[in-house]
């Protein structure tokens, strides 16, 4: 039973940058990993992914909606899952959460929330104007 524990989440204007990190109880160099995110009342939102793939590199997989302005990095040494998000905007503001599978999924399966097992609590994102 994976433990996913986000952080990093906070208030920026809008244009600012924050990291967010999860971080997990076990290694989770085998399981697919991604960030979703929430606003009450609407669907949870996919925003991208890690996977192990063909060579020694994960892939990752990004959500249009936020493409070139968030990456998504693992460091399997610590655990821990990364969310860097640039050029934030006021409809990033969002509760983000981290979540976790062991399933073999690749490419847009790994945008699909069902997929995912463990769930972290998240972590709230506000972006100011």
């Known amino acids: 039973h994976v433990q996913l524990v986000e952080s990093g989440g906070g208030s920026v204007q809008a244009g600012g940058s924050l990291v967010l990190s999860c971080s997990a109880s076990e290694d989770t160099s085998g399981h697919c990993m991604g960030w979703f995110r929430q606003v009450p009342g609407k669907a949870r939102e996919a925003v991208a992914s890690s996977y192990p793939g063909a060579g020694p590199e994960r892939d990752t997989f990004i959500a249009d909606s936020v493409k070139g302005r968030f990456t998504i990095s693992q460091d399997n040494g610590k655990n821990t899952l990364y969310l860097q998000m640039n050029s934030l905007k006021p409809e990033d503001t969002a509760m983000y959460y981290c979540?976790?599978?062991?399933?073999?999924?690749?490419?847009?399966?790994?945008?699909?929330?069902?997929?995912?097992?463990?769930w972290g609590q998240g972590t709230q994102v506000t972006v100011g104007t």
């Open positions: 979540a976790a599978t062991r399933l073999s999924i690749l490419g847009a399966s790994t945008l699909r929330a069902p997929q995912y097992t463990y």
